[in-house]
């Protein structure tokens, strides 16, 4: 059986005097591959109900599940079991479960006696995730670990445990020479650290070294979660983005209500093909116009063959810009229930060039329910329009007399007095 490796800089989370650890820093500061390593180790020396969290899991996939199952095939652990939903220890009967904390309270307040919670990519979590979180983990010298990469200045978990402090609790902050010093970096991601360097500071900075993003950077800001759409509530557009393999179709529906706007998140899945699409479409009630992104027609030609009313969106020069523009001018509300609307609003970004300063173009990462529900509130915005005025004609004698009619002059005449 090959070595587990912990290294050393990780060693305070063996020990048995804290309630609370925050482990953060840049990519492959090993954070997660430890955290995991060190669970699995505790896991076997005695019985431990390891809870696993996520602010955003809307499947098992999306779950710390297959970096643990990873490394148990990695190091031949053949007392533990792998299901599809959980990990079981067969001889001392440590279990790990995977749970979302976004629109998860009950489920979460109904969990006992978990030894220890694992909560990845803590950068996500909100304060109330929190508040949820700390009292349900309520056994004697029971333990909390926040494993996570800076995202923005204001995340809740970083200002509870370093910036404000809590009692009890670890901070372990590496970065990427720690995977250098114990032979870990693949000469691949060398590479592309040491490129991100020299060409993209801003870049580095945030990704390797782990500084946040400042919140200037955040494209919207100041939506509000609602728990349910009111029944005043009129919906009046769909906003459709396409993906397939790589990326996610996303649905939106779009309320108008009290002059603001309610976005409910219909479908975000990979794989569906226009004719699922369709069909989801489909059983949307009240006929609500469907906006689409015009850089797929045929696929928009396809849905309306269906029996769908889909229109493209407009695109042109600046189109994006101006349209993130006026989606920040309203007032919008989420339902609780679109965990993949809230992890985009929290997540889009504008970009940074290569110097680290924020460029008028947001991220890709993050981007698909955002640009739905541009399409979809971009079909309000007033669009301008050109006034062509009517030529002023005169006859040529008010110019040059009613015996006058040299038909040269005449135009010559006219075309000067549109053009002033």
């Not at 991100?196 to 870049?203: M, V, W, Y």
């Not at 509300?333 to 679109?338: A, F, G, L, Y």
Request: contains cysteine.
């Amino acid at each position: 059986m090959e070595t587990i490796i912990i290294p050393s800089e990780y060693k305070p989370l063996f020990g048995d005097n804290w309630r609370e650890a925050a482990v953060y820093g840049g990519r492959y500061s090993l954070k997660s591959h430890t955290v995991a390593r060190y669970l699995l180790i505790r896991a076997r020396e005695k019985k431990t109900r390891v809870a696993c969290f996520r602010e955003f899991q809307a499947s098992i996939a999306e779950s710390s599940h297959q970096l643990l199952s990873e490394l148990i095939e990695k190091y031949k652990l053949i007392d533990f079991e792998i299901t599809n939903n959980s990990i079981l220890n067969k001889v001392n009967g440590s279990d790990f479960i995977f749970r979302g904390l976004w629109n998860n309270e009950q489920s979460i307040k109904s969990i006992e006696g978990i030894d220890i919670a694992w909560v990845e990519e803590a950068q996500t979590v909100s304060k109330k995730s929190i508040e949820v979180l700390t009292p349900t983990v309520r056994k004697p010298n029971s333990k909390i670990i926040y494993t996570y990469n800076r995202l923005l200045e204001e995340d809740p978990v970083h200002s509870r445990l370093v910036l404000e402090g809590r009692p009890d609790t670890i901070i372990i902050n590496e970065n990427y020479d720690i995977a250098i010093k114990y032979g870990m970096m693949p000469d691949v991601i060398l590479k592309e650290i040491e490129d991100d360097k020299l060409h993209r500071p801003g870049l580095y900075r945030h990704k390797w070294l782990g500084e946040p993003n400042n919140m200037e950077r955040k494209v919207y800001k100041d939506w509000n979660v609602i728990d349910e759409i009111p029944h005043e509530a009129r919906l009046e557009r769909i906003g459709l983005d396409f993906g397939y393999s790589n990326d996610p179709s996303s649905i939106v529906e779009i309320y108008k209500y009290n002059s603001g706007f309610i976005l409910n998140e219909k479908t975000y899945q990979k794989g569906l093909s226009n004719k699922q699409l369709a069909d989801i479409l489909l059983t949307i009630e009240g006929n609500p116009i469907i906006i689409a992104d015009s850089a797929e027609p045929k696929s928009i030609d396809e849905i309306m063959s269906y029996g769908v009313n889909i229109l493209p969106c407009a695109k042109g020069k600046d189109s994006v810009a101006q349209g993130i523009q006026y989606v920040q001018d309203q007032r919008i509300s989420i339902t609780r229930r679109s965990i993949n609307i809230v992890k985009e609003y929290r997540n889009y970004l504008w970009e940074i060039n290569k110097e680290g300063k924020i460029i008028n173009k947001p991220e890709h990462q993050f981007s698909h329910s955002m640009d739905a529900i541009r399409y979809g509130l971009d079909s309000y915005r007033p669009k301008k329009t050109t006034v062509y005025k009517q030529p002023k004609v005169e006859m040529a004698s008010d110019y040059y007399g009613s015996d006058r009619n040299d038909s040269d002059d005449f135009t010559s005449k006219v075309f000067n007095e549109n053009n002033k």
